[in-house]
Nanobody, 126 residues
Framework: EVQLVESGGGLVQAGGSLRLSCAAS????????IGWFRQAPGKEREVVSC????????YYHDPVKGRFTISSDNAKNTVYLQMNSLKTEDTAVYYC???????????????????WGKGTLVTVSS
């Protein structure tokens, strides 16, 4: 059974940092696209960042460029999201998701993601 489990969320002051983890089980990273998405209250779920676990290529949504860094530890089947210089508008539930098609299309169309975690809440206070 495939599972994605997020951890690392919490309450942090603006300007602070958090590191989220997404541990995958039930499959082994090969040429997968693992993405971080977030959903704030009353808003649509949006992509934050994606990584190809094969070649390490990454994508960042404009609002997080220069502040967030995505990385993959294939030996641990885990993807991380280092979030620095957090802003109140980063407050959301953060989800990780996996696109196992090898195309990475799920990073651009979340309906193409094959598996989703249950999310971890990040709250940034002013």
């Amino acid at each position: 059974e495939v599972q994605l489990v997020e951890s690392g969320g919490g309450l942090v002051q603006a300007g602070g940092s958090l590191r989220l983890s997404c541990a995958a089980s039930g499959f082994t990273f090969v040429e997968d696209a693992i993405g971080w998405f977030r959903q704030a209250p009353g808003k649509e779920r949006e992509v934050v960042s994606c990584i190809n676990t094969g070649d390490g290529s990454t994508y960042y949504h404009d609002p997080v460029k220069g502040r967030f860094t995505i990385s993959s530890d294939n030996a641990k089947n885990t993807v991380y999201l280092q979030m620095n210089s957090l802003k109140t508008e980063d407050t959301a539930v953060y989800y990780c998701a996996a696109d196992r098609s090898g195309t990475g299309y799920g990073c651009y169309d979340k309906s193409a993601m094959d598996y989703w975690g249950k999310g971890t809440l990040v709250t940034v206070s002013s």
